[in-house]
């Protein structure tokens, strides 16, 4: 699963690689969720962990081990000492090579893809549709806490794969940049009461990460559907750098992951992405369709 390799398995592929000494599975599940009076509710996902994963999967608490928690920003990505603290932890480290899964959407196993690369990890890839394309491929679950062989994790960071509120905002003019929203079509167009302030960063346009997904099997549309979006999109330009943002860096990582997939693999994440920017009142929102 090198940088050649595909970003995705498939539950066939995965059940035959169960029980290999270097592989380490990982259920990344998270539960959010954002109430109309525009709240936000995080619960990690170790109860229902406990109830069916994976045979031999560990679990990684992304909200408490893996996020540095920087109000107003509740998943900040962790330091690199404290990312390699919690990989290690649950057995990720030189020599391993990494699935990572969740029980929804795949927005939660594509964060932890993103922050591993992130950190220099590229062993790593999504089982596409997560324990539901498990399940509906007629694979065990079990309901028994896996215990992590540690190991050993070493950073190497790689600072383009992540921005900053002002590297945003000092490139809003760029038009070698391509800021992409990937939340639903209402919120980018300022119709929902989800942040502080309504609308989207100047000059993003709007590819929401739920339409590449296939409603059906709840996995990835194809490579060439992704691509033709991707492609009308211009992200696929490689003149143009993409930079992905959301809420709060989350449905970022799973549209930076598509584009991975799609054959675009330097795509930056916002980090902060509106929970950062609309707390600054001094930075612009667009309200509406357009771009600007």
């Known amino acids: 699963m090198s940088e050649h390799k595909p970003h995705t398995v498939t539950p066939e592929w995965l059940y035959e690689q169960l029980g290999d000494e ?23 996902g170790l109860a229902t962990y406990l109830e ?17 928690h920087l109000a107003p920003l509740p998943f900040t990505a962790a330091s690199s000492a404290r ?42 890839a999504v089982l596409d549709g997560g324990l539901p394309a498990w399940q509906a491929a007629g694979f065990p679950v079990s309901d028994e806490q896996v215990i992590p062989h540690a190991a050993t994790f070493t950073t190497n960071r790689r600072p383009e794969l992540v921005r900053s509120t002002d590297e945003v905002a000092g490139a809003l003019d760029d038009e070698n940049t391509l800021i992409i929203n990937a939340l639903d079509p209402a919120t980018y167009r300022g119709e929902s009461p989800s942040y502080p302030r309504r609308g989207h960063i100047p000059g993003s346009i709007n590819i929401p990460f739920g339409d590449l997904v296939d409603p059906s099997t709840g996995r990835l549309k194809p490579k060439d559907e992704l691509r033709a979006v991707f492609e009308d999109a211009g992200a696929l330009n490689p003149d143009v750098q993409p930079v992905t943002y959301c809420g709060g ?21 916002y980090d902060g992405s509106l929970n950062a920017w609309t707390a600054d009142e001094s930075l612009p929102l667009v309200e509406g369709p357009n771009p600007r």
């Open 249 to 269: 860096g989350i449905a970022a990582s799973g549209l930076a992951h598509a584009l991975a997939v799609a054959g675009r693999s330097d795509v930056a994440v």
């Open 22 to 44: 270097d592989l380490v599975v990982v259920d990344a599940t998270t539960h959010l969720s954002m109430p109309p009076d525009g709240s936000v509710h995080i619960e990690p």
């Open 52 to 68: 069916a994963h994976i045979p031999g999967a560990v679990y990684a608490d992304l909200f408490t081990d893996f996020s540095e």
């Open 83 to 124: 990312f390699a603290a919690a990989a290690g932890a649950v057995g990720i480290g030189q020599g391993r090579r990494v699935v990572v899964y969740d029980q929804s959407s795949g927005i939660w196993a594509a964060r932890l893809w993103w922050q591993l690369r992130l950190e220099g990890f590229d062993d790593v």
